[in-house]
């Protein structure tokens, strides 16, 4: 069963020891999340704090999709299921899309605030790394429309608290909703918004991802939990928010209105983008469940939510399909997650010697990977991309130390910590390419060294005796 809600979500993980309850009391301040940091640097399960210092009768939850087991117990599948299992069911499932309904009565409403009684202060939004500009909204979903189209966008993006009723948000001006926050910036109008909270499993899952402009994540969303997302109308804006979120806020950008934003840590593992002046969002309605949870991700050093679903699942995804609508005869692409989604490997049926610079010129134009990745492996057929013991063997084995590997200039990331401060500020960057296959001139059989390994070394009716004796050799 899919939970239809991020309470039902966190029951199953309980059940399956993917959640802990702590009934100690937890501060909002640093505390809380240095436990969701240290639980996701080692595996540990999502905490569920109980008990929040100045916050009585609220709770908290980290960390919620940050190891692939919690991401197959929200598509339920196995547990035990692979990343490339994931990868492939989120690829086939998001080609099914399913519509929302609305609904009338929704729990995300049964508590509201307008005008005067505006106060984001009364819930534990969290300060979530010590040197961070302030206290940041981190797992929610921050939707608008386009007005131009009326397609509504659903993203993740750093939302900074600047007072009891502003907040702070980095929309840079390459993605969906700093290109919809301009289109109303040109007509001198505040952008309407809403901030979904606490979002159902599967809502939360396609928020985090990039699907691109056009794309609806909510019927995504209604694809990967089976069935359509409930959704609510806004109280003051013209925006609908899934009727099960835990807590939302509606407004309007202040037009023309910069205040200084940052620094956070983020996906990359490191705090890179500088205090800078960014767009105020004024939050002028909140509405909430009874006993409202916050939920938080902490973003750093591998593995967590931010690698995992928007690098690995999303992207792999996604640059698979781009590649595969190029022509380029690809049989795998893998993001991983320790990568911070700067690294992808491409493996590849080789079929021109230049292959590795053809896949580089589209990713280079894809509209994500142009920005988000530095250094390309490319691997031929032979090689398992989800394997990185394979890749670096291919790499130590088939790149040439100077022939084998370019580099190509091309769009940066404020968010890349490689990248010099001016090379941030002014998007300056470039991608790396590995090309770990060997050339197609080389004769299999004078040239072409052979693989040493169970699978490639021994002739089949060996491989088939020491398989079928296995156990009986010993080993379990």
Not at 160 to 173: R, Y
Not at 392 to 406: D, N, Q
């Amino acid at each position: 069963m899919i939970a239809k809600d991020n309470r039902e979500f966190l029951d199953q993980l309980e059940k399956a020891g993917e959640a802990i309850r702590i009934k100690q009391e937890v501060d909002w301040d640093c505390e809380a999340g240095a436990i969701v940091r240290r639980a996701c640097e080692i595996g540990a399960p999502a905490p569920f704090f109980q008990k929040i210092k100045d916050y009585p009768g609220h709770r908290m939850a980290g960390g919620l999709l940050s190891t692939p087991k919690r991401i197959a117990i929200l598509l339920g599948m196995d547990p035990n299921s692979s990343i490339r299992q994931l990868i492939d069911e989120f690829a086939e499932r998001k080609k099914n899309r399913i519509k929302p309904v609305l609904v009338k009565d929704a729990p995300c409403q049964q508590n509201v605030a307008m005008g005067k009684d505006v106060n984001l202060s009364m819930f534990p939004i969290p300060m979530v790394h010590d040197g961070d500009g302030g206290r940041y909204i981190t797992w929610h979903a921050l939707i608008n429309k386009d007005p131009d189209t009326g397609w509504v966008n659903w993203g993740m993006y750093r939302d900074m608290v600047h007072n009891e009723h502003l907040v702070g948000c980095l929309a840079l001006p390459h993605s969906d909703a700093g290109r919809i926050m301009a289109k109303y910036e040109w007509k001198g109008e505040g952008m309407p918004f809403a901030i979904a909270i606490g979002l159902p499993p599967a809502c939360a899952f396609t928020a985090a991802c990039s699907l691109g402009a056009g794309v609806s994540e909510v019927e995504v969303a209604g694809a990967l939990q089976g069935e359509p997302v409930e959704l609510v109308k806004c109280k003051t804006v013209d925006l609908e928010v899934p009727a099960y979120s835990e807590i939302v806020l509606e407004g309007h950008v202040l037009p023309g209105v910069l205040v200084d934003e940052g620094p956070f840590g983020e996906y990359t593992g490191f705090r890179a983008s500088p205090r800078s002046p960014r767009s105020v969002w004024q939050v002028e309605c909140i509405t909430w469940q009874d006993d409202p949870i916050m939920t938080m991700s902490n973003m750093g050093v591998p593995i967590d939510e931010g690698q995992l679903v928007y690098g690995t699942i999303s992207l792999s995804a996604a640059y698979k399909e781009a590649l595969q609508a190029a022509g380029i005869p690809v049989t795998g692409v893998y993001v991983p997650p320790e990568g911070c989604s700067w690294i992808v490997i491409v493996s590849v049926m080789k079929v021109l010697n230049e292959i590795a610079a053809w896949i580089a010129s589209v990713l280079n134009s894809h509209r994500i990977g142009m920005g988000a990745i530095s250094l390309i492996i490319v691997v031929d057929h032979t090689v398992d991309p989800f394997n990185i013991g394979e890749v670096m063997h291919a790499v130590s084995g088939r790149l040439h130390p100077l022939k084998g590997h370019f580099t190509i200039p091309g769009i940066g990331s404020p968010l890349a910590p490689f990248l010099s401060l001016q090379e941030r500020m002014s998007m300056r960057g470039g991608k790396l390419i590995l090309d770990a296959t060997w050339p197609l001139e080389w004769d299999p059989e004078t040239e072409k060294p052979t693989k040493m390994s169970f699978n490639e070394t021994y002739p089949p009716e060996l491989q088939e005796k020491v398989l079928d004796n296995w156990q009986k050799y010993g080993y379990k």
